[in-house]
T-cell receptor, first 112, second 114 residues
Framework: KQEVTQIPAALSVPEGENLVLNCSFT??????LQWFRQDPGKGLTSLLL?????REQTSGRLNASLDKSSGRSTLYIAASQPGDSATYLC???????????FGTGTRLQVFP | EAQVTQNPRYLITVTGKKLTVTCSQN?????MSWYRQDPGLGLRQIYY???????DKGDVPEGYKVSRKEKRNFPLILESPSPNQTSLYFC?????????????FGPGTRLTVL
């Protein structure tokens, strides 16, 4: 059974720092991995989608990498800002199951 | 504006009183899904639909029903709600098979069952 783990569960950093969020999964048979952002009381916003054949995706200050063989993905946030404060979730779409399996998230706080 | 909408956003009800949470998307997406989010458990899939009249169970389908009579709508039905169904519910959609496309989420429905 696919399990997705995110470490750390919470992170508090000063503005301007570069930071890395980690996501690991137990079964490498995935179609893709997606990173989401969730603001308090709101829905999920898709940040980056990495197909299983890809190694990384970039959008602005965000860069996500995927190492399928080792079951790991990282989300790199450059020059963090207070507006980046949110919970970040990763999810893998499991091969042959039609299911998206989520991690429990990393709660990020960026203080001025 | 392309979006997934859910109604109601907040609902407090009592045990056993049937309710429906509506979900609608305006992007002509084929795939739609329902999730619930609980502290410490993350998001778990309840039901999903690959197209009209095609639905299937997710990881936690007990106590829920869905229907997909039109492409844009995917309501979630709780025939006899119980307190353990108190949760934050999200509807999501994607243009095609979600293995190849990003999923778009609605704003969520916070349900409390007393």
């Amino acid at each position: 059974k696919q399990e997705v783990t995110q470490i750390p569960a919470a992170l508090s950093v000063p503005e301007g720092e570069n930071l890395v969020l980690n996501c690991s999964f137990t079964d490498s048979a995935i179609y893709n991995l997606q990173w989401f952002r969730q603001d308090p009381g709101k829905g999920l916003t898709s940040l980056l989608l990495i197909q299983s054949s890809q190694r990384e995706q970039t959008s602005g200050r965000l860069n996500a990498s995927l190492d399928k063989s080792s079951g790991r993905s990282t989300l790199y946030i450059a020059a963090s800002q207070p507006g980046d404060s949110a919970t970040y979730l990763c999810a893998v779409y499991v091969y042959n199951t039609d299911k998206l399996i989520f991690g429990t998230g990393t709660r990020l706080q960026v203080f001025p | 504006e392309a979006q997934v909408t859910q109604n109601p956003r907040y609902l407090i009800t009592v045990t056993g009183k049937k309710l429906t949470v509506t979900c609608s998307q305006n992007m002509n997406h084929e795939y739609m899904s329902w999730y619930r989010q609980d502290p410490g458990l993350g998001l778990r899939q309840i039901y999903y639909s690959m197209n009209v009249e095609v639905t299937d169970k997710g990881d936690v389908p007990e106590g829920y029903k869905v229907s997909r009579k039109e492409k844009r709508n995917f309501p979630l039905i709780l025939e006899s709600p119980s307190p353990n169904q108190t949760s934050l519910y999200f509807c999501a959609s994607s243009s095609d098979h979600p293995g190849y496309n990003e999923q778009f989420f609605g704003p969520g429905t916070r349900l409390t069952v007393l």
